[in-house]
């Protein structure tokens, strides 16, 4: 059975850093393209950075420059750095296939307020 389990929000200050995880199990993380999606509220979901099984990255326009995704292949988990944190990035974030295809987890709220 594939699980997605998110872990590592928080509240931050504006400008400041979190580092997200997210743990999988089940063949989907070796066979998808993995993605850190959120939402925030009165929001649709949106992707906001997806990594290959290779290694290759893509990330939202409003991200760009800021967040790091990463992936560790041997422990089944994805990684998500967050610096220069903007209130605007206030959301709960979730992992799964970079097309959603994946069951969705509770996800892990992150707030940026000060």
């Known amino acids: 059975q594939v699980q997605l389990v998110e872990s590592g929000g928080g509240l931050v200050q504006p400008g400041g850093s979190l580092r997200l995880s997210c743990a999988a199990s089940?063949?989907?993380?070796?066979?998808?393209?993995m993605g850190w999606h959120r939402q925030a509220p009165g929001k649709q979901r949106e992707l906001v950075a997806f990594?290959?099984?290779?290694?290759?990255?893509n990330y939202a326009d409003s991200v760009k420059g800021r967040f790091t995704i990463s992936r560790d292949n041997a422990k089944n988990t994805v990684f998500l750095q967050m610096n220069s944190l903007k209130p605007e990035d206030t959301a709960v974030y979730y992992c799964?296939?970079?097309?959603?295809?994946?069951?969705w987890g509770q996800g892990t709220q992150v707030t940026v307020s000060s």
């Open positions: 799964n296939t970079a097309g959603g295809t994946g069951p």
């Open positions: 089940g063949s989907i993380f070796r066979l998808y393209p």
């Open positions: 990594i290959t099984s290779g290694g290759s990255t």
